[in-house]
Structures are given as C-alpha cells and as structure tokens.
C-alpha cells in the first residue's frame, strides 16, 4: 500500500501461492482500512475485487478437488492481479 505506480510481480504457480500472496495484500488493506485510513469508495472497490478473485479461487480450489498445490487457472490470475493492482494503486494517508 505504498501508492507506487509499478506493477506487481507475483508468482501464482500453485492455488497455495496465489492464496498467500493475496493474503499477504490484504493484511495491508485491512490493517490501512480498520484504522480509518481509506474512503469509502476504496473500500468498496477493494471489497467486490476480492469478492470477485475469491469466488474464482473457491471455484478453482473445488475443481482441483480442494489440492492446494493444484496449478492456478489463469482467471484465478487475473482476479488476484486486479485486486493486488487496486490495493497498490490506492493512496493512504500517513
């Protein structure tokens, strides 16, 4: 949550790591969010993109019969870029 411009570069090989890189950037976001520190309107971008990437995960991880080393199919890909994307794109105040 730096409000850099650089895009991330994340290694989504496995359900496993796309599900600790995603959680990793979401501590950030709700550490920033719980202390008051992001609007509204970024929360609630933040929240559907996450709704979003987590529905394709869930969906993924029940096509891979719930094996967490299974490959990430790369609409899984997709959503955890955009939602890792938007949480670095986002401005937060010291």
């Known amino acids: 949550m730096t409000g850099c411009e ?5 290694s989504y090989r496995t ?6 890189n995603v959680s990793w950037q979401m501590t950030g ?3 920033a969010a719980y202390f008051g520190r992001l609007t509204l309107q970024q929360r ?12 394709a ?4 991880l029940q096509m891979a019969g719930g094996h967490m080393n299974a ?3 790369d609409y ?11 949480i670095s794109s986002i401005q937060v105040p010291p």
Do not use: G
Not at 6 to 10: C, F, H, K, R
Not at 15 to 20: D, E, I, K, P
Not at 44 to 55: F, G, I, N, R, T
């Open 6 to 10: 650089s895009q991330p570069t994340t």
């Open 76 to 86: 899984v890909k997709d959503r955890a870029n955009e939602l890792i994307r938007l």
């Open 57 to 60: 995960f869930d969906h993924a």
């Open 15 to 20: 359900l496993n790591q796309t599900y600790v």
């Open 71 to 73: 490959p990430t199919p």
């Open 29 to 31: 976001y709700r550490n």
């Open 44 to 55: 609630q971008a933040v929240d559907q993109a996450y709704a979003d990437y987590k529905a």
